[in-house]
């Protein structure tokens, strides 16, 4: 588990903290804040597994890493470079 993964948990469940208090509390803007960060702790967990899963693939198999970071790349100057 990676800082993200292990940030977003923690910003997931304190989002839930939240909307639950909010909802005993009857004040709609604190609930709305704490979905708000439930989904954000969900991307930033999310977010933390692809980067995980990438580092394993980079690892496993170097030469096909360096050849898709390479396409990725050019792609992109690509896209880029029609933006003139």
């Not at 009857?26 to 977010?47: F, H, R, T």
């Not at 580092?55 to 029609?82: K, N």
Request: aromatic fraction near 4%; glycine fraction near 16%; hydrophobic fraction near 45%.
């Amino acid at each position: 588990m990676n800082s993200n993964e292990f940030e977003g948990a923690a910003r997931n469940i304190g989002g839930r903290v939240q909307d639950a208090a909010g909802a005993l509390a009857g004040d709609a803007g604190l609930q709305l804040k704490g979905k708000a960060q439930q989904v954000a702790g969900s991307l930033q967990e999310k977010g933390g597994e692809a980067l995980n899963s990438a580092r394993e693939m980079a690892a496993q198999r170097p030469v096909g890493s360096m050849v898709a970071a390479a396409v990725i790349g050019f792609a992109l100057g690509a896209l880029w470079a029609r933006r003139d």
